[in-house]
């Protein structure tokens, strides 16, 4: 079965700098899809990028990139230029492109400093 | 992206009682799913919803306990029943919106969730 891991339960920035939340996962299959998703206090789940497995360039949403190493199985989250609104739990999530299920890592609380 | 709605937002329910949760959606949707998020837990899926079919349990989950409709391409309701304190948790609905990008890449979004406490 696919599993998810984040190493990290917790993590803290300073405003404006850069830090990189871990995930890992396990999986047999080749045609998956990954994802990190945020969740603030308000709890609404927000997608803020996703990785499809047979690309190998990683995926950017402007302050937000990955670091996808399929061989090694690795997803990381890189926020640059932190904001304070960026504090939120982090959830890092694999799908499987047969089921369409995702499984959900536990979780990284990322806590931004002024 | 489709935008879902969640009803009620939160509740505080007797032991041995029963909720419903309603889902909807802005749009026709294949797909729907229901989680459960325990306090300070990661997301662990109930079930998938197809309209037209029965719902597709995850390991743990019954039908007993979390009755599904899915009367149509918009809609979805989750019944927890005989409810007991170990319910407590975050309900939340999510719904498939395939995104074109050369390949389909399928992405879920989130409603806001129903926060359930029983006493």
């Known amino acids: 079965a696919q599993t998810v891991t984040q190493s990290q339960p917790e993590m803290s920035v300073q405003e404006a700098e850069t830090v990189t939340l871990s995930c890992t996962y396990d999986t047999s299959e080749s045609d998956y899809y990954l994802f990190w998703y945020k969740q603030p206090p308000s709890r609404q789940m927000i997608l803020v990028i996703r990785q499809e497995a047979y690309k190998q360039q990683n995926a950017t949403e402007n302050r937000f990139s990955v670091n996808f190493q399929k061989a090694a199985k690795s997803f990381s989250l890189k926020i640059s230029d932190s904001q304070l609104g960026d504090a939120a739990m982090y959830f890092c999530a694999y799908l499987d492109g047969a089921t369409n299920k995702l499984i959900f890592g536990t979780g990284t609380l990322l806590a931004v400093q002024p | 992206s489709a935008v879902i709605s969640q009803k009620p937002s939160r509740d505080i329910c007797q032991r041995g009682t029963s909720l419903t949760i309603q889902c909807q959606v802005d749009s026709q949707v294949t797909m729907m799913f229901w989680y459960r998020q325990q306090p300070g837990q990661s997301l662990t899926l109930i079930a998938t919803?197809?309209?037209?079919?029965?719902?597709?349990?995850e390991s743990g989950f019954v039908i007993d306990k979390f009755p599904i409709s899915r009367p149509n391409l918009t809609f979805s309701t989750l019944t927890v029943s005989n409810m007991s304190p170990e319910d407590s948790s975050i309900y939340l609905c999510s719904v498939e919106d395939q995104v074109a990008s050369g390949r389909s890449a399928f992405e879920q979004f989130f409603g806001p969730g129903t926060r359930l406490t029983v006493l």
């Open positions: 919803a197809n309209q037209g079919s029965e719902a597709t349990y």
